[in-house]
């Protein structure tokens, strides 16, 4: 398989992810939390993922090539 292929592949499971991140932090609410983790937690892993998976996303298109 190709390397973009799998970067692609990785950037969208780690975008669905931080979908999932932000999701929980809009369910958590100011005071409550989801698995253990309170919403600002979410909040910044939610960030981080959808970093990686734009990241991870131009890794591709620069590889595509």
């Known amino acids: 398989m190709e390397k973009s292929k799998n970067l692609t592949n990785l950037s ?3 975008g669905l992810l931080g979908v999932l991140a932000l999701v929980g932090a809009w ?6 939390t989801v698995l253990g983790m309170n919403q600002q937690h979410l909040y910044w892993d939610a960030a981080v993922l959808l ?3 734009i990241w991870l996303k131009l890794g591709a298109i620069y590889h595509k090539s």
């Open 12 to 14: 969208i499971i780690i």
């Open 27 to 32: 369910v958590a609410g100011a005071a409550g």
């Open 51 to 53: 970093l990686a998976a």
